[in-house]
């Protein structure tokens, strides 16, 4: 019998730790699988898409820059991925129609609480950047309930659309938007999700966000302690950590949602550290 077939799909893709991850999970659980990575033309994602499940393939996550059309692509969502506006899981349901999910927001959420023991309730959280990323994680970020929830971004107005957009859903944190130097702290936690650190930029905040509880969470990952995570040690900030252990909590989630299957994440992050 063959193994059941997943793959992450984007462009480019060959730097992606999602095969890595999804072996290490298969090893562990003993599920039959296999999980490759495919780069997508840019102007062939849909056709890319097709031709994997018309093959028999299972799952696939999807990477930048497809997560918008795998979103638009899909015939049903998850009330998940509607929120967030974008897809990183697709499969077929039942019936053979494609369903889009997204667990990126569940992975931020698992890997602070569960992993590093940050728990968000009643806290004040400062989100910096208003893109897709941000969006992917809002929702979990807010049913966590903190006490309040600022998001500040170059482009005030995408952090007001934001504001509007998750507002209708959650009346319960203040949830509020601003410019970067209108940020008053300090905040409990503060998470970056500019892509302002793959050019070696730091968003522009002010130093008074981060107090002596400060902690900060920087959604990128490197071998070294990113742009961000460095400038928040140097204003003191109580702990810091990068986003790999998000980057293995959401594809533990997407494990979970094809197999039925809860694959343990420690060990493999643990594991990848070191690689
Ligand atoms: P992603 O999918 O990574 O979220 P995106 O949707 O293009 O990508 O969003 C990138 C985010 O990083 C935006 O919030 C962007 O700010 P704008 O909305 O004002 O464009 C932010 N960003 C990118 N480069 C930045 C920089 N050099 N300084 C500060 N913010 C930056």
Known sequence: MTNDLYAVVGNPISHSKSPRIHSLFAQQTGEALEYTAIQAPLNDFVGTVRHFFERGGKGLNVTVPFKEQAW?????????????????????????????DNTDGVGIVRDLRDNHAVALKGKRILV????????????????????????????????????????????????????????????DLIINGTSASLKGDLPPVSADVIGADTVVYDMMYSLQTTTFNQWALDQDARRVFDGLGMLVEQAAESFHVWRGVRPGTLPVIEKLRTE
């Not at 998850?78 to 369903?99: F, I, K, M, P, S």
């Open 128 to 187: 910096l950047g208003a893109g897709g990323a941000v969006r992917g994680v809002l929702g979990p970020l807010l049913d966590e309930r903190p006490a309040g929830l600022v998001i500040a971004n170059r482009t005030v107005a995408k952090a007001e659309a934001l504001v509007r957009l998750f507002g209708r859903e959650h009346v319960d944190p203040e949830l509020s938007a601003c410019g970067f130097d209108q940020a008053v702290g300090p905040f």
């Open 72 to 100: 638009t692509l899909a015939e049903h969502r998850t009330h998940r991925a509607e929120l967030a506006g974008a897809a990183n899981t697709l499969y077929l349901d039942q019936e053979g129609q494609l369903v889009a």
